[in-house]
Each structure stands twice: as structure tokens, then as C-alpha cells.
């Protein structure tokens, strides 16, 4: 992730590799959009978004507090320019 958000960084695809689940065979899934879910004074927690659309969690801890959609940080997207 440090490389895709690193300033003047050209990233055309960016691949997940999840071993969530006990006994799962891990999968290699396509990432569209990545965003911090948790508040600033929280440890951070993030989720993504897949080529289909749907979102998955990235960290597999219980999240304490979860942000409304349009107050989370975006640190990495290819549908926009505007990251962090």
C-alpha cells in the first residue's frame, strides 16, 4: 500500500491476498478502493473494495467504532485522484 499511495506512484491494479478463515484456501482478489474505517483516535482499521463492488475488512480484529461511509479516509482508490 506505501508503494500505490507514494506521491507520483502509476498503479493500474492493485491484488488483496486474503487467508481469512480457518481452513480457507487463500484467494487473490482485484482491490478498487481501500479506506480507513476507524476514527483518528482509534487504531486504524481499513476496508476494501473489490472489482464487484462489495467491501471487505482487511484487519480480522472486531472493530470498536466504524465511521459513516462518506467520513472515512480514502488512502488508495483507482476510480479517483483524490487520495491521502
Known amino acids: 500500500m ?6 507520483g506512484s502509476r498503479v493500474e491494479s ?3 491476498l486474503s487467508l481469512f478463515g480457518h481452513g480457507a484456501a487463500p484467494r487473490l482478489e482485484q482491490v478498487v478502493e481501500v479506506r480507513r474505517i ?8 481499513h476496508r ?10 482487511l484487519e480480522p480484529w472486531p ?10 479516509t480514502v488512502v488508495f482508490s483507482l476510480l479517483n485522484e483524490d487520495c491521502y
Open 48 to 57: 476494501y473494495m473489490r472489482v464487484d463492488g462489495r467491501w471487505t475488512e
Open 38 to 45: 476507524t476514527p483518528r483516535w482509534l487504531p486504524a482499521q
Open 14 to 16: 492493485v491484488s488483496h
Open 63 to 72: 472493530v470498536d467504532e466504524i465511521l459513516p461511509f462518506d467520513m472515512q
Open 2 to 7: 506505501e508503494l500505490a499511495t507514494a506521491p
